[in-house]
Structures are given as structure tokens and as C-alpha cells.
């Protein structure tokens, strides 16, 4: 069993959502979704473009409005996402994860949990923690300032892949 103990902090969520929103398959999707709906609402209220210049005018106001509203949504998901992690219990502070052959242990001052192997999506390493993604887009966020050096970081990403690819 490989245990690693965090102080997990607001910033690492921060840090560690930032990651997730501006993978650049989500960000992509995102961006052409709004794209669209803002194209959609221009069409709405000023109706159905009579030139070319207009179809023009309406194409770069849709890809600027889709930016202005990425930004909002991010911004919004952030402050509101630090706002929910400071009130609730057990998610700063101290956190212990051990790998063991059913998954991985989670335990903090107010809980315990157990995800197990197959119900893990994936672990990516960023420039500064691992993040493991769950079900119902849960993320266990394990800075690297958790392990005393890269050799121990390198260590438990071989376990953890080990260990998931015996369970499958």
C-alpha cells in the first residue's frame, strides 16, 4: 500500500479546475457551443442576415460573444467553486490517499471513501499535481508538493497504474 498525505488548498482546486476547463478539447467544445447559441440569439433578436458583410459581422460578434461568455462561466465556476470548498468540511486541509489493491482510500477529518479501480476515469499529471478523475465529476487534486521528490511522484504513478491495470 502507497500512502501519500496532502494539505490540500483552495489554490490547488483552483489550480486544478483551471486545468480541466482549458484542456483545449473542452475549451474547443465550449467555444463552438456558445458560438452557436450567441449566433442563435443575434439571429433572434436582429433576424436572419441580409448580406454577406452581414453573415460576416454576425460570425465574428458570435466568436466574441462565446469568448466574453467563456470568460463569465469561468470566472463564475471558480469563485463559486472556492466559495463551496471553504465551507464545506473535509475538503482543504489534510487528506490521506493510499493505494491498495481494491482502489484508492481517501481519508480527511470527516470521511472516508474507497473509490475503487474501475470506477476511475483517469490520472493526469499536470506541470503541479496529479488529478484523478471519479464519477459524477468528482477529483481527487494531489500536488506535487506532497512527495519528497520526483523519484516518489514517478513511484506512485507506476502503483497507481499497476494497480489499475490489475483490477481491469
Known sequence: MHTIHVDLQASD???ALLSLYLRPATLGKAWLIWTFVVGAILVVLRGLPS?????AILAVASAGGAIG???FALAFNLVRAVLVVR????VLGVHEFSL????????TSTNQSLAKWPSIKSIRATDRAFLIE????????????AFAGKAEREHFLREFKRLAANAA
Not at 87 to 90: D, L, P, T, V
Not at 100 to 107: A, M, R, S, V, Y
Not at 134 to 145: E, W
Request: a negative charge; proline letters at 6%.
Open 87 to 90: 465551507k464545506a468540511h473535509g
Open 51 to 55: 448580406s454577406g458583410i452581414d453573415v
Open 134 to 145: 471519479l464519477p459524477m465529476s468528482s477529483l481527487h487534486i494531489i500536488p506535487f508538493r
Open 13 to 15: 482546486v483552483v489550480y
Open 69 to 71: 461568455s467563456l470568460i
Open 100 to 107: 491498495t489493491d481494491e482502489g484508492i482510500l481517501e481519508k
